[in-house]
């Protein structure tokens, strides 16, 4: 195991996790490593993002799916809705609605009553219709007090607070329709029941890192400290002459086209991380794809470019890089 092991994870831990990324900003980390280095360094990262409030995922592309099919995570749609498919949506926006109702300076009713609006007025002494009214305003509220939301996003999420505080106005069909349109399903039906609400495309090429980047904005307004992604990319690194026959987790590859689609994709996130909130991607590899492997970082100019320049201090990596790379010793 590296010796360098420690101190990386104490940097990233202290400057990243505890401070940079909880405070809105957004990082992507490569680290290049050995089986043992990075099954260690991501699970200590991973318990310690969710002990910090994070909502963690972990996006594994040598497993496949349920249906068999292999999650093509180079696909910036498949990534995104991945990501999006891990979140407990529900217990999020009812966390949203509770904070929300705190600010108006309201208590939830006692005994599960929800947010139903005749208990939630008697229970805090208001008039029923006023604060139908005051629902409707946070709705549209909701919808547009984050210039970072992307139009779709912005009909999603307040179809789903409305469904939360008058529940009479969105059937529980289009409620479903919004959770399966997150997850890139559609069942039939469901685009009807979304174009009801504004919503006329699902979430594919062309929107899917919009509605990314609205989620990270999004998610610290439900009480979450952020979002913390890990990407093992090593199933990439593997070419058909290379792929193991054993059938276990990471045993598969991809084409070369889908591996420069991954790397270009890596590379916007590097580009683009400003653009998220609290947000932090860590993406593992070996070690040979930071130097001679048969697939590595040089077959992409544009990723080469991005992070060969940094410091890298001879005999020991820079904490403080985008890329690390460690070796047993």
Same mark, same amino acid.
């Given at each position: 195991?590296?010796?360098n092991?420690g101190?990386?994870?104490?940097?990233v831990?202290?400057?990243?996790?505890?401070?940079?990324?909880?405070?809105?900003?957004g990082?992507?980390?490569?680290?290049?490593?050995?089986?043992?280095?990075?099954?260690?360094?991501f699970?200590q990262?991973?318990?310690?993002a969710?002990?910090?409030?994070y909502?963690v995922?972990s996006?594994?592309p040598g497993?496949?799916?349920?249906?068999?099919?292999?999650?093509h995570?180079?696909?910036m749609?498949?990534?995104?809705?991945?990501?999006?498919g891990?979140?407990s949506?529900?217990?999020?926006?009812?966390?949203?609605?509770r904070?929300?109702?705190?600010?108006m300076?309201?208590?939830e009713?006692? /005994?599960?009553? %929800?947010?139903d =609006?005749?208990?939630?007025?008697?229970?805090?002494? &208001?008039? $029923?219709q006023?604060l139908? *009214?005051?629902?409707?305003?946070l709705?549209?509220?909701v919808a547009?007090?984050d210039?970072?939301?992307?139009v779709?996003?912005?009909?999603a999420?307040a179809?789903?607070?409305?469904?939360r505080?008058?529940?009479?106005e969105?059937?529980?069909?289009?409620?479903r329709?919004?959770?399966?349109?997150f997850?890139?399903v559609?069942?039939?039906g469901?685009a009807a029941?979304?174009?009801?609400?504004?919503?006329?495309d699902?979430?594919g090429r062309l929107n899917?890192?919009?509605v990314?980047?609205?989620?990270?904005?999004?998610l610290?307004?439900? /009480?979450?400290? %952020?979002?913390? =992604?890990?990407l093992?990319?090593?199933?990439?690194e &593997?070419? $058909?002459?290379?792929?193991s *026959?054993?059938g276990e987790?990471?045993?598969l590859?991809?084409?070369?086209?889908?591996?420069?689609?991954?790397l270009?994709s890596?590379?916007?996130?590097?580009d683009d991380?400003?653009?998220?909130?609290?947000?932090?991607?860590?993406?593992?590899?070996?070690?040979?794809?930071?130097?001679?492997?048969?697939?590595?970082?040089?077959?992409?100019?544009a990723l080469?470019?991005r992070?060969a320049?940094e410091?890298?201090p001879?005999g020991?990596p820079n904490?403080?890089a985008?890329l690390t790379?460690?070796?047993?010793?």
């Amino acid at each position: 195991m590296s010796s360098n092991l420690g101190p990386w994870l104490s940097v990233v831990r202290t400057e990243y996790l505890e401070s940079f990324v909880r405070d809105g900003g957004g990082t992507v980390r490569l680290l290049g490593a050995g089986t043992d280095d990075l099954k260690a360094a991501f699970g200590q990262l991973r318990k310690s993002a969710t002990d910090l409030g994070y909502h963690v995922v972990s996006l594994h592309p040598g497993r496949l799916r349920e249906d068999g099919r292999k999650p093509h995570l180079h696909r910036m749609d498949r990534l995104t809705t991945t990501v999006l498919g891990s979140l407990s949506w529900g217990d999020l926006v009812d966390a949203q609605v509770r904070i929300a109702l705190r600010e108006m300076g309201l208590d939830e009713a006692p /005994g599960g009553a %929800g947010f139903d =609006v005749g208990t939630l007025a008697a229970h805090n002494g &208001r008039d $029923p219709q006023d604060l139908r *009214r005051r629902f409707e305003r946070l709705v549209a509220a909701v919808a547009l007090s984050d210039r970072n939301y992307c139009v779709e996003f912005r009909l999603a999420i307040a179809a789903l607070v409305r469904a939360r505080l008058l529940p009479s106005e969105v059937s529980a069909t289009t409620e479903r329709a919004v959770l399966n349109w997150f997850k890139g399903v559609q069942e039939p039906g469901a685009a009807a029941q979304l174009r009801r609400i504004g919503i006329h495309d699902r979430i594919g090429r062309l929107n899917a890192r919009w509605v990314l980047q609205s989620v990270t904005h999004w998610l610290p307004k439900t /009480g979450k400290t %952020g979002l913390a =992604v890990f990407l093992d990319l090593r199933p990439y690194e &593997r070419t $058909p002459s290379s792929q193991s *026959r054993s059938g276990e987790d990471g045993a598969l590859h991809y084409s070369r086209p889908s591996y420069i689609q991954m790397l270009e994709s890596l590379r916007r996130f590097l580009d683009d991380a400003e653009e998220f909130r609290s947000f932090v991607l860590f993406v593992g590899a070996t070690p040979d794809f930071f130097a001679e492997g048969r697939r590595n970082y040089r077959d992409y100019d544009a990723l080469y470019g991005r992070v060969a320049n940094e410091i890298h201090p001879s005999g020991r990596p820079n904490p403080a890089a985008a890329l690390t790379v460690l070796r047993a010793g």
